[in-house]
């Protein structure tokens, strides 16, 4: 996640850069093969114990650019304070979700019409609303 602008919109740009991704991926094989990540921990984190290692440390660190995003937001008071471990969490499990539901109906759409939900989850951890300039 890039540093430059809004948190609001570097959340939206997240999705915005997958959707481009998964788009030209489907358009180039005819399938949308999901999140690498999110497919590895699905089939082989109940049964390969250095595979689910691996794959918590790339969440975790994936985890903690949203973090350090969330603190910076939270220092320049444009996010009220909240949890910003727990809440970072929640944001990529809710992208995972996405990918899911994404791969799911075979359509990178999926990543469009739900990439408010990431911005909401924050506002509802905070309390508040993140504006376009300053959140």
């Known amino acids: 996640m890039t540093t430059d602008g809004s948190l609001r919109e570097r959340l939206q740009r997240v999705f915005a850069h997958t959707y481009s991704v998964h788009d030209q991926l489907l358009t180039g094989s005819g399938q949308l093969y999901g999140c690498p990540l999110g497919n590895l921990a699905l089939e082989l984190g ?13 969440f975790s660190a994936w985890a903690r650019v949203i973090e350090r995003s969330l603190r910076e937001a939270m220092a320049s008071g444009a996010l009220p304070a909240l949890d ?31 990439a408010h939900g990431a911005v909401a ?8 609303s993140l504006s376009a300039e300053h959140g």
């Open 84 to 114: 910003p471990v727990t809440t970072a969490q929640t944001v990529v499990a809710y992208f995972e979700g996405v990918m899911m539901f994404a791969k799911t109906q075979q359509t990178p759409e999926v990543l469009t019409q739900l």
């Open 121 to 128: 989850l924050v506002e509802a951890a905070a309390g508040a």
């Open 46 to 58: 109940g049964q390969d114990p250095v595979v689910r290692q691996k794959l918590h440390a790339m």
